[in-house]
């Protein structure tokens, strides 16, 4: 009999992408959804952007290009970069990939070794693709919990704990999916102490929510004193610019900005030329569509937070970034006899028409936590009050 790998067999994914395939399903047979599950901007790619894209591609550059990316790409990424991070960055520095997905696997290989035992640090709950590609390419994964008490920033006593001689990675998202919580200065300047301890430890910043922040001003610990050189600075133009679909992302990083483009060669060879065209043009054109969607985003973020913590059984903390919720729903679950949020999450979705995630979704419950689900407010305003009144009106039904 053939045999699939056990590496594959034991392959993670990325689950909204599942949950999704269910949603469209039930959309399919004429079933009226709400969904907050996919995390992207439901705004339309700007119209400058796509005009980059269409030049690019009647003035033929639609071969391949360096591995890297294109130089002007590179350039206005070490430029956007270096104005806000507060760092200085050079062009040669920065790689181009199919998103920014891509450089979580390239970094994991570029810093580990398979089967020495070295060990990479990850948010829990987090972005799935990290456990499973930690896990994939033969490192160890030692999650950190990321716990409501601390609006889901990092404990720093605990992460003094696990870090040791293996650990060789430390992968840190601010703002934070899923649950928007983000690492202000102090917290950032305390990781980069326990960090600049060890010869042989990276951090992979996935920083592609960076610009959708609400309070303050984005920090990244590349700009702390020590950290430029270990961190791998990623971000992407997907969520700033509405262009899921044109997978562009970038990172930066002096030493391992060669390796990172060979793992690219190796793999797509490079980014698809005139999407990296719509990126230039994204990064040099105005930004007045990007701070509208952000507003936008901003007040949707109010409509739900406010909205969630009106229904019975239900908590959420308002996050500092990204466009999600992770809303408390231990109470709720008791309310309609669902054993744990999965359940809950389920019947929400076949009995009422709300699609989201449950935290099983983000990696394991941490304990003592309880129960939560991730709301995406990339939707509209329109959609995220009527999906709060199904919501209410589903608790309030099955609790009777």
Partial sequence: MLEISERTKNLGTE?????????????RSGKNIVNFCIGQPDFDTPEYIKEGAI???????????????????????????????GIDVKPDWVVVACGAKPFIGYTILSVTDYGRGHEVIYPNPGFPIYESLIRAYGAVPVPIPLLESRNFSIDIDYLEKIVNERTRLLILNSPHNPTGGILDRKTLECIAEIVKQYDNLWVFSDEVYSRIFYEGEFLSIASIDGMQERTIIVDGASKTYAMT?????????????DHLARWVTNTESCAPHPNQYAALTALTGPQDDTRRMIES?????????????????????????????????????KLVWARDSEEFRARLLYEAGVAVLSDIHFGHKNEGEGEHLRFSYAASEENIREGLRRLKAFIEEKSV
């Fill in 245 to 257: 679909g044109w997978r562009i992302g970038f990172a930066a990083n002096e030493r391992l900005a």
């Fill in 15 to 27: 689950n909204a992408f599942v949950v999704l395939k269910e949603v469209n399903e039930l959309v």
């Fill in 55 to 85: 030049k690019a591609i009647r003035e033929g550059k639609t071969g391949y290009t360096p591995s890297a990316g294109i130089p002007e790409l590179r350039e206005a990424v070490a430029a956007y970069f270096s104005e806000t991070r």
């Fill in 297 to 333: 985003f901003r007040r949707r973020r109010e409509i739900i937070v406010n909205g969630l913590n009106s229904i019975e059984g239900i908590k959420c903390l308002k996050p500092g970034g990204a466009f999600y919720v992770w809303p408390n729903i231990t109470e709720a679950c």
